[in-house]
């Protein structure tokens, strides 16, 4: 900083002004600082900025299973928000979520000097763990589900399965089946709470659960069993991969969708749109969630008061999966 006063003729405090956007400082002096700073390709030194402003400017995000698209969709959000207001993000990737997994997460984060933790938090340990969370630091949960003991950003799970259940009962299927994801998944617990909700409102009959594990594998295993239900006419599916397997059973054993069978999806994952055929589903806007999440832990850090519970919309997207059933 000595140097780019130096070289701009000007003091140290007034290079300070303009690194933090001051404006205390007139056009000619501060284009004559950005110049020097641009010719000695000067960098501010963070840890010493930290030191002075008691801030790191640097976020911590815990994570868990970002092979699957939610998981990693969230995180995503959650770094272009963080980089859109100026933070830096600090990633703890965990292959389990429990209480100490969790804290030890925290803590390590804590120890880099972030300023607040992210946590995406889908499974019900994850939930649990974030109940012996430390009060004296800034912690968000994220797709915590609603019994979270701490601030939560989250989509609107149940309102999204209601969406897909009444658009397949609009066409007119007497009731809809349902492939759920795991059950120590909460995302997985609110869809079906959605689902159910929807088939009760209008007295509709509330079938078997049917599990699977996320994967397109279990779509298609499934999809066995699905074969061998005449009756059956519609089904909502927890998310797009297991939608992906279920068609590709379908398919083979020379069933027509829609005609034959309407098949609805969660999460819109960007090959959707390219599925044979192309599949109705449930769209969830991570971006939101990232703006939402990090709004909800600044409030935090900067000792505001903030929403304690944040809620995105999910969104219909109407395709060629679904139809009325066959007379």
């Known amino acids: 900083m000595v140097d780019v006063a130096r070289l701009a003729g000007v003091s140290h405090q007034t290079v300070s002004r303009v690194l933090h956007d001051s404006p205390h400082v007139r056009g000619a002096t ?47 959000g959650i770094e272009r928000a963080a980089h859109d207001a100026g933070y830096a993000v600090s990633i703890s990737s965990l292959r389990s979520l429990n209480r100490s997994t969790v804290e030890a997460a925290i803590q390590q984060l804590r120890d880099q000097g972030v300023d607040g933790v992210a946590v995406i938090a889908p499974l019900q ?48 299927h007497s009731t809809v089946w349902h492939l759920a994801g795991p059950c120590d998944w909460k995302e997985a617990d609110e869809r079906i709470k959605g689902w159910q909700a929807a088939l009760e409102s209008v007295g509709a009959r509330v079938p078997e659960l049917l599990r699977g594990d996320w994967t397109p594998r279990s779509g298609y295993e499934i999809g066995e069993k699905i074969l061998e239900m005449a009756d059956l006419t519609a089904v909502f599916v927890a998310n797009d991969q297991m939608a992906l397997g279920l068609l590709r059973r379908l398919h083979e054993a020379g069933r027509n969708v829609p005609r034959d ?52 919309d999910p969104e219909l997207v109407v395709r060629d999966s679904t139809a009325a059933p066959r007379r």
């Open 125 to 172: 340990e994850g939930v649990d763990a974030l109940g012996h969370v430390q009060s004296d630091f800034a912690v968000v949960a994220v797709e915590a589900g609603p019994d979270a003991s701490i601030p939560v950003a989250t989509v609107d799970h149940q309102a999204g399965a209601m969406a897909a259940t009444r658009h397949l009962l609009n066409l007119g």
């Open 30 to 76: 501060r284009e004559r600082v950005l110049a020097a700073i641009r010719r000695l390709n000067y960098r501010p030194n963070s840890m010493a900025k930290a030191l002075v402003t008691g801030r790191s400017r640097t976020l911590g995000v815990v994570s868990f299973d970002t092979t699957l698209y939610g998981p990693a969709s969230t995180l995503f």
């Open 261 to 312: 069978l309407s098949v609805v999806g969660f999460d819109d994952i960007p090959e959707s749109a390219y599925f044979t055929p192309p599949l109705t589903t449930i769209r969830q806007d991570f971006a939101e969630l990232g703006r939402r999440c990090l709004h909800t832990l600044l409030c935090q850090i900067e000792g505001k008061t903030g929403p304690t519970r944040v809620v995105v």
